[in-house]
């Protein structure tokens, strides 16, 4: 079979490729490219397709494409997230034409209408979603066929689009295939087939195309379609060992098209996996964190009023549109979900269906649809139904050497500090073993009992850290800097003062600041709020007890102190929630009398 290099081919002038393309569709030489080009394989395969669908492609190549998938799907179940797409955009052989169906249009051998119908039994039994995506009403009439293994095959493929019992299964076969010994099928394609399909894996010499894959992206033995360019991620990830392992074992779920579930420790980076493989793969990930208090109508959608009385409009939530769209999901925490998310996302797990009550139905996930789920591993376990049913990857913490690396290339300005960062870092994740505190249980128990310090609060601080070399300040001002962003970020979530201003202490011995200065700052100093606008500049001194914690968030200057911002103050019982708001009203009322 040849391929015929047109200006149509959607192949341009690689000639490599076309060869490839014309001996993967050809059955006497496929065996050969799929053995030979294993780690090319989802490349082909995409370019085969492209070919194939071409506007004016030929019927006979069509059903050589169908033929091949069925091969590949057993012969490696990480290619059907590869074809489903493709599938889609196949008619599939018994769908019926303007004058007869397309399989009887071109013969190209004889037993190429069983062939077809085997390949799509293999296809349907690999990848559930084509009961959605293709029409199988048209399948019944084959069911008296005057080829009485066309009937078996069918007969198989209603066993899987209805889950039939073995029974019901044995009185189709006395139906139709009354008086024919049919034993020899079901040794054909439940054994012997599997002998074929397993002589592909025989170890053979590997050979590499030369062009630049362009429709998957590869980590190691990983390949994930692209739907689109790669989106530039600007916190870049930093490929050290653990990160590479954690990003592998995320894709590898993702491949087999299996529900991910993400477990690790707070901050160990459970999302920034899944945004990386998104953004490498050209995908928008929907991100939803859920609570005890999530309401599953949010998930799934609700009707909402409009501007005209009585009138209502349906609005999907983020669940709905992520599996109409096939886009990727991601619910963070997901052992904190009600029952009631729980019990909308078990079908969807299990059979890839939504069930939405407001609109009467059930809707099948569209092909892409990925469902990531993340729970924080001290936490609590996900729900044991979904437990069963999805992948779990454990997310591994990156080691003390995998830290020093990332943090010298994603903050060059701040290598020479590293072994110092470390340091504050041990000290207040594992401050038993860093510290020589008078009672030590107590200062555990207490850096147990308040918020979690992370990575994530590391690089926060590192960020900071890059920021403040660029504007060139003193080494004393630089010190200084470096002390008050370390408290504001590890220190200002413990509870206990004293273990907090012990820690703050070894803080400032690390950045070799004195004891005085070290006490200066957490204990004695209270910071002026200043306002700027053009041209004008107040600076009003404190009216309420303001110590370096509770002006933390006036200093920090996030949008919502901007003009026509929002902000919601969240915080624990007499930490100064409304006071603060209060003052910043106070600061705007000087702030005006002085402009007018």
């Known amino acids: 079979m040849e391929v015929d290099p047109g200006p149509s081919s959607g192949l341009g002038d690689q000639s490599e490729l076309l060869s490839l393309v014309s001996q993967l569709l050809d059955d006497t030489t496929s065996h050969t490219i799929i053995q030979t080009y294993r780690a090319d394989l989802p490349e082909l395969l995409h370019h085969t397709a492209q070919f194939v669908l071409r506007p004016g492609g030929q019927q006979h190549e069509v059903d050589r494409f169908l033929v091949l998938c069925g091969k590949l799907v057993r012969f490696n179940r990480n290619l059907v997230q590869h074809l489903e797409t493709w599938l889609g955009q196949v008619t599939p052989p018994w769908a019926g034409g303007e004058t007869e169906p397309s399989m009887k249009r071109c013969r190209l051998e004889t037993s190429l209408d069983t062939e077809l119908m085997a390949s799509c039994y293999w296809l349907l039994s690999h990848c559930s979603r084509l009961q959605s995506i293709w029409s199988w009403a048209e399948i019944f009439p084959l069911l008296t066929s005057s080829e009485m293994e066309m009937r078996f095959i069918v007969i198989e493929i209603l066993r899987l689009l209805f889950t039939l019992s073995e029974t019901r299964v044995g009185q189709l076969r006395s139906q139709f295939l009354a008086g024919v010994s049919w034993s020899a099928w079901v040794l054909k394609y439940h054994i012997k087939d599997m002998v074929t399909i397993s002589m592909l894996a025989q170890d053979t010499t590997q050979q590499h195309m030369e062009q630049e894959k362009t429709k998957v992206v590869t980590l190691e033995h990983v390949s994930l379609a692209k739907v689109g360019p790669s989106i530039t991620n600007t916190q870049t990830l930093v490929e050290v060992n653990s990160t590479k392992e954690n990003l592998m074992a995320v894709g590898s779920a993702v491949s087999v098209g299996q529900p991910v579930l993400l477990v690790g420790e707070v901050g160990v980076g459970k999302t920034s996996l899944v945004m990386e493989w ?35 409009v349906w609005e999907e939530g983020l669940l709905t549109r992520a599996v109409r769209g096939g886009a990727w999901l991601l619910i963070e925490d997901i ?3 009600p029952q009631e998310v729980v019990a909308i996302l078990t079908p969807l797990v299990q059979e890839g269906i939504l069930t939405v009550p407001s609109l009467g139905g059930q809707i099948r996930a569209a092909p892409g649809f990925q469902l990531f789920l993340t729970q924080r591993e001290q936490v609590g376990s996900v729900r044991e139904e979904l437990a069963k049913l999805v992948r779990t990857v454990t997310v591994t913490s990156l080691k003390q050497e995998e830290m020093k690396t990332v943090i010298r290339t994603r903050f060059p300005k701040l290598e020479n500090l590293t072994e110092k960062i470390m340091r504050m870092f041990s000290i207040i994740t594992s401050p038993q073993d860093h510290t020589d505190y008078p009672d030590q249980v107590k200062l555990v128990n207490t850096l147990r009992s308040s918020r979690q310090v992370s990575v994530r609060d590391l690089v926060k601080w590192c960020t900071r850290a890059q920021d403040t070399f660029t504007r060139n300040p003193t080494s004393q001002q630089l010190a200084e800097i470096l002390y008050q962003d370390a408290v504001d970020i590890f220190c200002r979530f413990i509870p206990d003062r004293n273990i907090r201003t012990f820690i703050a202490q070894e803080f400032a011995f690390t950045l070799d600041i004195s004891k005085d200065q070290a006490a200066f700052f957490p204990i004695i100093h209270k910071p002026a709020i200043s306002l700027w606008s053009p041209g004008c500049e107040s600076v009003c001194p404190p009216v309420f007890l303001s110590p370096l914690h509770s002006t933390s968030p006036l200093r920090r200057d996030p949008p919502h102190l901007r003009p026509a911002g929002g902000g919601n103050w969240c915080g624990e019982d007499g930490s100064a929630q409304s006071p603060a708001p209060c003052y910043l009203v106070e600061i705007f009322k000087e702030f005006e009398k002085l402009m007018k």
């Open 335 to 337: 052992d904190r979900a």
């Open 278 to 312: 998104g953004a490498r793969t050209g995908r928008e990930v929907l991100s939803l964190q859920v609570s005890d208090n999530t309401d599953a109508r949010l998930l799934v959608g609700l009707y909402r009023c409009t501007d005209l009385p009585g009138q209502f």
